[in-house]
């Protein structure tokens, strides 16, 4: 069965540091994965997705991810956090049947 | 183009009342989804409706059902509310449905139901 993982509930970092959010994903054959954020009191919003091609995927609001195959991963980056960042990140992959399947989620903090 | 919207936004009922949530699609969206979200069971898959057809369901009892209609705003109805049944229930849509559909799913604000 299809599924992702996000080994940590929440990550800490300072404003204009890099940040990282991991995901590690489990799937048969090839992996659609995606990236949402969902600020307080509201719905998802998609940040970006790998179906094919560049392993470098970039998406909205300065996110990129690295589709990385012999590590079965893909880590959510941004090269300088801002408070505004500060959201829970869900990593999702489409399952066999076409529904997302999602991880529990990752709540990114950046301090000032 | 507008968004998916999700009406009510909030509402509180108490055990054993039914509720209806409703969703419309971003315009020429044929796929709908409803999720709940939980703090202790995060993001659960309902079911998906595609064209009126519901394609798709996840492991929920008989209690939660769904439907969708001819201009794809779907709706959804859980019977005998429980007090478990409380949720941020997310409705999503997409243009297509599928294991090949590599598009995304747009969400709804949601709908924050409280059983009491």
């Known amino acids: 069965a299809q599924s992702v993982a996000q080994p940590e509930d929440q990550v800490n970092v300072a404003e204009g540091n890099p940040l990282t959010v991991k995901c590690t994903y489990s799937v048969s054959g090839n992996p659609y994965l995606f990236w949402y954020v969902q600020y307080p009191n509201r719905g998802l919003q998609f940040l970006l997705k790998?179906?094919?091609?560049?392993?470098l995927v970039k998406g909205s609001y300065g996110f990129e991810a690295e589709f990385n195959k012999s590590q079965t991963s893909f880590h959510l980056k941004k090269p300088s956090a801002l408070v505004s960042d500060s959201a829970l990140y869900f990593c999702?992959?489409?399952?066999?049947?076409?529904?997302?399947?999602f991880g529990t989620g990752t709540r990114l903090q950046v301090f000032p | 183009k507008a968004g998916v919207t999700q009406t009510p936004r909030y509402l509180i009922k108490t055990r054993g009342q039914q509720v209806t949530l409703s969703c419309s699609p971003i315009s020429g969206h044929r796929s709908v989804s409803w999720y709940q979200q939980t703090p202790g069971q995060g993001l659960q898959f309902l079911f998906e409706?595609?064209?009126?057809?519901?394609?798709n369901k996840g492991n929920f009892p008989g209690r939660f059902s769904g439907r969708q209609f001819s201009n794809s705003r779907s709706e959804m109805n859980v019977s005998t509310l429980e007090l478990g049944d409380s949720a941020l229930y997310l409705c999503?849509?997409?243009?297509?449905?599928?294991?090949?559909?590599?598009?995304?799913?747009?969400f709804g604000e949601g709908s924050r139901l409280t059983v009491l």
């Open positions: 409706y595609f064209s009126e057809t519901q394609r």
């Open positions: 790998y179906i094919t091609g560049d392993n």
């Open positions: 999503a849509s997409s243009l297509t449905s599928g294991s090949t559909n590599t598009g995304e799913l747009f």
């Open positions: 999702a992959v489409r399952d066999m049947s076409g529904k997302l399947i």
